[in-house]
């Protein structure tokens, strides 16, 4: 194999493992641990994990598991673009701020790690960050369409769910 069909392959195979792992995840949380009508536990810290570890196509994989697992649980057309972008963004947006962070310190990009002090603190922030973030975007898409408020316990929920879980990822 040529490096571009190598790489493509990995690619590939990193999208399907991923989204089979999402797929797998969010339907065994969807069995046990639906807490409110709008909001649950999830696994919400394969996401942003596996987009710092994996890059975009892990977060690509996550993307297409969650949409597969709402298409099959009869989820509202609306819910899932809107839960399709939420997942995106959510997943990508660490990985996009890891590497401005290097770029703006004019750093080498490195393969992002949690080997030193500042990484875990600089992991931490950015997961604070991207959890606010996906939570106003969840809470205004919610209070756009008639079935909540941005800050509300769901939306409350929602930004500890997020930062509570994969502040816990560190330690895996």
Sequence with gaps: MNNLTGRTHRNLVVTTLTALVFFSETMLFRTFFDVMA????????????FGLMLGPHGVFG??????????????????????????????????????????????TLLPIGLSSVENVIRYIALIFINSIVNSVFVGSVMQIVGIGYIVQSSTIMLFLNNFVFCGYSVRI
């Design 38 to 49: 709008v909001v649950g536990i999830r696994p919400s810290a394969l996401p942003p994990v």
């Design 62 to 107: 996550c993307a297409i598991g969650l949409l597969v697992a709402d298409v099959i649980t009869g989820e509202p057309l609306l819910g899932i673009a809107l839960g399709c972008v939420a997942n995106l963004s959510f997943g990508i947006l660490p990985y996009l701020m890891w590497n401005a962070f290097d770029e703006l310190n004019k750093r």
